[in-house]
């Protein structure tokens, strides 16, 4: 494992280069779009490694208060009039998680619906690996949801 925090980020950096491009292909037969955004109400866990990179490509911090209570099933703190505001810098798991039915079912989350991907990317082999591999590079550092690192609130800054 590369313990150099500079290198672990620029690492993160290449992998979600790969699943960018992977994201395109997968546009082609998903019905993401942007500004639909149910799936940003959903828990998104993600590593302190992830919550790092975030906060080292945008202006938001990660908050130091651990003793708060966790709300998930709430707007991510990063959508913004339905739209991610740190798009570019999302989670691994925000960028492996695609719907290919019909997207209303996304609205209401005890309805069944197929998706591809998934969140931990489990379905398909290179991506989660890739998933695993972050894990590797996170270490014995904090997993959690997105909101555990930067809060609940909306359109925080």
Same mark, same amino acid.
Request: with cysteine; charged share 25%; hydrophobic share 30%.
């Given at each position: 494992?590369? $313990? /150099?925090? !500079?290198?672990?980020?620029?690492?993160? $950096? @290449?992998?979600?280069? =790969?699943?960018? #491009? %992977?994201?395109? =292909?997968?546009?082609? +037969?998903?019905?993401?779009?942007?500004?639909? $955004?149910?799936?940003? *109400?959903?828990?998104?866990?993600? #590593?302190?490694?992830?919550?790092? %990179?975030?906060?080292?490509?945008t $202006?938001? !911090?990660?908050?130091?208060? *651990?003793?708060?209570? @966790?709300?998930?099933? #709430?707007?991510?703190? =990063?959508?913004?009039? &339905?739209?991610?505001?740190?798009?570019?810098?999302?989670? %691994?798991?925000? !960028?492996? %998680? +695609?719907?290919?039915? /019909?997207?209303?079912?996304?609205?209401?989350?005890?309805?069944?619906?197929?998706?591809? &991907?998934?969140?931990? &990317?489990?379905?398909?082999?290179?991506?989660?690996?890739?998933? *695993?591999?972050?894990?590797?590079?996170? &270490?014995? !550092?904090?997993k959690?949801?997105?909101? =555990? +690192?930067?809060?609940n609130?909306?359109?925080? *800054?």
């Open positions: 494992m590369n $313990s /150099n925090p !500079r290198m672990q980020i620029a690492e993160i $950096s @290449l992998i979600y280069g =790969f699943l960018d #491009t %992977f994201g395109e =292909f997968a546009s082609t +037969f998903t019905v993401c779009q942007k500004g639909c $955004s149910a799936c940003c *109400k959903i828990g998104v866990e993600m #590593t302190a490694l992830e919550a790092s %990179f975030i906060e080292k490509n $202006s938001h !911090r990660i908050v130091s208060n *651990k003793q708060r209570k @966790l709300k998930t099933n #709430t707007d991510c703190p =990063f959508l913004i009039d &339905g739209i991610c505001s740190i798009y570019e810098y999302r989670p %691994f798991n925000c !960028r492996t %998680f +695609f719907t290919v039915d /019909n997207p209303k079912y996304c609205e209401t989350p005890n309805e069944p619906h197929r998706t591809y &991907g998934s969140l931990g &990317g489990q379905d398909i082999n290179i991506i989660y690996q890739f998933r *695993k591999y972050i894990d590797h590079l996170n &270490g014995k !550092r904090k959690s949801d997105i909101r =555990f +690192f930067f809060g609130h909306k359109g925080i *800054k």
